[in-house]
Structures are given as structure tokens and as C-alpha cells.
């Protein structure tokens, strides 16, 4: 029936799972709930949809779903066994707004959130005769939030003519959470697959070093310049650290490559070492300056992109950096001098979730030869993906995540240390081909003083757009839930409240006890991969034929940092300095416009500079004039795209909008409603930025002391950096710099202090 390649076939044989087929089958077709752990590499993503494949369980004209916590999992591993069993039309995949699923589809992969929404339509997952939770030991909501669901769904499927098969996969670490009788009240069969594994050595620093770039970047020329044969893996944080040592390592190590007449990559081994001239001194405020820009480009970097769905490689037309030589003075470049000579090339390539699907494939050749390979990561490589041939791992200790403040939903990035258990997977993937060797950057006692696990996505999200899809699928008491670790009652509460607020859920009183139930409202919001609030703009947005505005606005408010700050902008003198910023100035202060559509503020400016960005296709040339970060104009054009798509999938035909890149201006009476619309779906959010002076407490360098507005009235002081906090601040300077100051406030750049003067005290919303 399968007519795999022989290549294929061969290298299927060598996987540890391969030998392990028939008693997986067994035990699945055995038993409601089959749990099976196995190292990462083991085959268990590419191989069991096959084997469940093979043994009949898509003959009778149901599907075998696989959800991933990551889109790039579900992207990329429906392509590879579509590949794998030469069948690329029956497999396919389903991300939040994109995927190729088609009647012929037999084995389906997704991300977990989409199978939970599956669940408001199809209670029973009648399609399916065999549900996989990938990943499960990294817990993120979703796949917690489906464990609990499913846990009740397999029982009761067992009545039925279907029956219903959940197979759990995970690393070996975490399986005490899914086998306590909470959750599954039968005990489910838990299979091993043993991955042959190479001892491997664990190296700490004695010291940890401040700078883990620099030690990382220190440690693969060491690695490369003295120990035998081996590829290297390098963890560090984000697709800008990721880059960076790319860069860094690629100018050490020249290599060319050369176009042969076949189209073929030749390489070419060309070690040329040019002593760097050092730069002269730059004059103080310069030197801030960049600084300055460092921590920008951080805030970018920061984003969790898998989150918005944009799969795709947001770096290839990625210039060189202006920071470039401040960062090799800080890698110690110069003080490690020229490589040896006969040293051979390194083979250096990134791996992050943004990459496309193509330049991601290359990790999985065979590097040219008489090369070194060396792949700088973020933590994808820890558990989804997994690079043959590794003999060294390096491990910079940190990972970037996501916190958030559960009071406000105020979410921001921070460089955070993993737990043990990462740093262990991480030093794991070194013992795959031989014994090998993880460099930890860090000493023991740091690791000592890890948290073992990390704590589970429920407990540290808000769980708002979670307790609406549960509520919509009739789970009022969401706290009764049979959650692997339930959320805090605190955070279920808060999230109740926010969403009562917002008008998606109604107290009703039952028998003298109060619950808040969903509405209709709420059951149209729920409809939308998206934030309860962005998806109550959308549908307010639809009620007055505001759609185009309103989604260009939401995908302006979702991509981080899309305006260059008027601090940021700087010329080379201070006369140019000066010119730049009036300019930036007087640019937005025209499209605020005049009388009532100036209420629209920094929101309207947001808008027309993306607008007028994509309008000229995102150039460079068209970013730089409209004082805009490409990156993110691309990738809020992208958004504007899918949420079109998303909107159309959802409206009746006389609905359907267009991406229009003609769009007017919103009238004045447009402006008002889009103002309505903001102040009635963010109410949570907006705050009003006031002087420092006024405070009480101390206020951070960057940062902004904002007013949180309550809807009833209520005020609540909170001070929140400006430096990572990702939403509140950007709404503060939106709402505040330009929309209700007076007319002749013009903002001034004062040259001696080298800052903006500018007023602060201004509102957003109803004026008293
Ligand atoms: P697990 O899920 O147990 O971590 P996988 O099924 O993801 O393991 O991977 C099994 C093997 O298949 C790995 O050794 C990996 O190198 C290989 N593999 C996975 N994806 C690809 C791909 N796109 N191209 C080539 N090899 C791949
Ligand atoms: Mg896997």
C-alpha cells in the first residue's frame, strides 16, 4: 500500500522506533490512552501517524490528528511524512489561519488550539479515529487544556461504533503529570522507546561569564580551532543572537561558495583574518545613542513570532548591522587573534522558528566535505527538531519567554534562565552519533539553583481567550476542569472579569449561585483565533463597515514596535539630529489631522505609516521615509492578509472585504467610531501617561508612569518599563503624545539635553 523510497526506508530502519512499530500498534489498538516517551530523535512525530496509518486507522474515512505546540512542527512535519510515505496529498497541516487540508486528507497535522476549536463544532471528534498530543511534556495551554478534554471525550467514543484512540507523546521527564487518576481515571499504557544514547559529558565554567554571547562565541572557536571532528549545536536565546553568532562565526571562518555550471554549491575553503581597525572614540551622546538602539532592536527581537503565525524568514533581507563592530569588540574577537592556520572552514547555519521550511532543511543534509558543521539555535532545536550528527552541544543557559503580569495582561520578553530539565535535553542532543560533550556557560552551582521543570503555560498566561472557548464549549465552572495543573483561581477570575467587561460572558443566577455564562456576543468572539478583545474590534468593526481600518489596526497594535521612536532617530551631527526629528515630528502631527479625526492620535499615525509603507510594497526606501522597521511593516502586512482571509472565512459573501491598498482616509465620523471601538474592546489597556514629577514612587529610566484606567471609574497607578513591557506603554505613547494635546505644543528636541521636550500630561478618552 505504501511505496516508501528506498533512501527513505533506509533511513527509517535506523531510527530506535523503527524495531518498536508492532508493539506500539498494539498497545494503541489495546488501550484508550497510550503514552509514549522517547528521546527527541527517537522518530515518535515522524513515525507513529505512520504507523497508525499502516495498521488501517485512516481506512474508514476518518483522520489520525497530531497536535504540535508550534506551528513550525506542524508546518514542517506534515511535509516530511507526506515525503516519508511518498504520499504528499494525504497529509497535510493546519495552523491558526493557513493550511492545505483537502478531502483526501488522511493524517492531519495542527496546532493544539486548532483542535480545541474543532471541539465547539464537533463535541465527539467524530473525524478522527486517533488523536496524538505531540510535545505534551512542554505543556504548553493548549495541549493541557486538550489532555483534559480528551480525557473525557475516549471513554465516551468508546460506546460508540468509532471508538477513539489518544496517544500521548513526550520527552521521558514530565510523566507523573499525565498519569495521575485526575486526569485519566483508567490508567494509561506507558510505552518506552529507548533512543541509543552516547554517554556525554557535562563541562560547567567555573565561573559564569556575563556576557554568555561572547563565551558562547569563545567556546565554538576553541571547539572547532582544538577538538577532533563533530558538529557543534549552539542554544542561544532569539533569531537576533542567532544571527549574530552566525555573522560573527561565518567572518571568522570564511567560506565561498561557488555557482558551478550544475546550479551546485561548490565550497571553497578561504580563511582570510584582516585585523580589525579599531574605531576611534566615539563622543558620549553617540555612544548612548547606541545603546539605545541595542535595546530597541532588542524589543523586536523579543517577539514570539510562532505566536502571530508568520512562518517565514523574516531575516533574509536582513543588512548588516550598525552595531556590528561594537558587538565584535564584545565577543573578544580581538583578543583570540587569527585562527590557525589549516584550521578547517565551519559550516555555520541558523536554526529558529522563523526560518522558512527551506533554509530549516539544510540542518538536515550532509554538510560539504572537509567542513566543520556548526548550528546556532533558539530552543527549537531542544525538543521539535532535531540536527544529525551533533557531537558538541553548547548551551548558553537562557531562553527567551514570555511573562505576564496576570493583573493587567501586560505581557513583556525577558531572557530568562531554563530549567534543569532544558539544559539536560539540550546536553542530550550530544550523544546521538557517538560520546559527545555539552559545554554548559554557566557553573554547577547555577544549575544547582535551576528550577527543575518549567512551570506550565496555564499557570503563567492569562487565560482569558481559554476560559471563553471552554465556556463555549459549555464548561462553566472552568475551575472543575480536569486540567493536567489547573490555573490559578485568581487568574480564572481576573479573566472572567476582563471578559465580562468586555461583554463575552453574562452573570446569571442559578439556584442562588452566580455564574458567568457566554453570551452570544461571546460565542461570535470565540470564533476567532484571536484575543477576545481583537476579536470584539473586529466584530464591532463589521457592524459599521469598518472592517479594512480595523484590520489594519489590529495588525498594527500586533507587531512589536513598528514606529521608529523619535528618540531613536539620529543623524550624524546634531544640526541633522535635529532636522530628522522635526521631520519624523511634523509628519505624524499631519497625519493625526485636524478636528475630530485627530482623536484618533498616534492610533491613526500607526495606521497610515504601515498603510503607506505597504502601499510601495515594504521597500526599505518607503520604511525609512515613513519612519517605520521594515520587519515589522512586512509582517503586519502578512497579518493584514490573514486576518482578511480570516474575516472572509467567517462573513457571509456580501461581506467579504478586501485588502485594499487604495483605502481612503477614515472621515471624521469613521475616526469617531474606530475611537469608540478602541476605547470599548481595550478598555483593560489604556492608561494615561503622566508626569514623573507627580509620582510617588520612583520611575525607571525608560520607563513611563501611566494611570491605568479602569471602566467604572476606578484609577489604578502602576508603573510599567518602557523597555520590555510590550503593551501598555505603546498604547500610553500612542494615546498620549499626540492625540488630545493642544495645537501649538509642538514637541522640541533640545540638543543640549539631547531629548525630546515634549508634554506629557495629555488623555486618551472621554474628556471630563
Ligand atoms: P522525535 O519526534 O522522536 O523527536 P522525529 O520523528 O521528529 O523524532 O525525527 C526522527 C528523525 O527524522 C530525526 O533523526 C531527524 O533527524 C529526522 N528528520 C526529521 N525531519 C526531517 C526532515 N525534514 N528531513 C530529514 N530528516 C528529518
Ligand atoms: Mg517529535
Redesign the pocket.
Known sequence: LVARTEEIQKKRSQ?PIFSEEMNIVEAINDNLVTIVC?E????????IPQFLYEAGYASDGQMIGITEPRRVAAV?MAE?VGEELNRPDIVSYQIRYEGNRSEKTKILFMTDGVLLKELETDMMLNKYSAIIIDEAHERSMYSDVLLGMLSRIVPLRQKSAKPLRLVVMSATLRLDDFTHPRLFLTPPKVLKVDARQFPVTVHFERHTPTDYMAAAFRKVCSIHEKLPKGAILVFVTGQREVQQLVNKLTRRYEMKFEETKLGEKLIVGGKKWKQKKKEETKDFTLEKFKDEIEREEMKIDGKDLDEKGLVEDMWSDCEEDEEEQDLEENLGVSSLGPPPSGCEPLYCLPLYSLLSTEKQ?RV?EKPPEGVRLCVVSTNVAETSL?I?GVKYVIDCGFEKRRLYDPVTGVSKFAICRTSQASADQRAGRAGRVSAGHAYRLFSSAVFQDLPKFAEPEIVTKPVDQLVLNLKAINIVKVVNFPFPTPPSAESVEKAEERLLKLGALERTTKNGKTEARINSLGRSLSAFPLAPEYAKMLVMANQHGLLPYVILLIAALSVREPLIPVSSVRGETSEETKAKMTSLLVQRKQWCGKGVSRRLGDVKVLMQALHNCDRQNNSQKACETNFTRPTAAKEARRLRQQLTNLVNGLCKPSQQVLLDPQMDEPTDSQSNLIRQILVACLCNRIAKRVNPSSCTEEVPKGAYHCQHLEQNGKQQMRTVCGVDAEWLPRLAESFCSFSEQNQDDQPEYDAQRDEIVRPVDCWFGPRK
Open positions: 531510527l522517547g527527541t530523535g527517537s522518530g515518535k512525530t515522524t513515525q514542517s516530511r532543511k538536515f532535531t544529525p
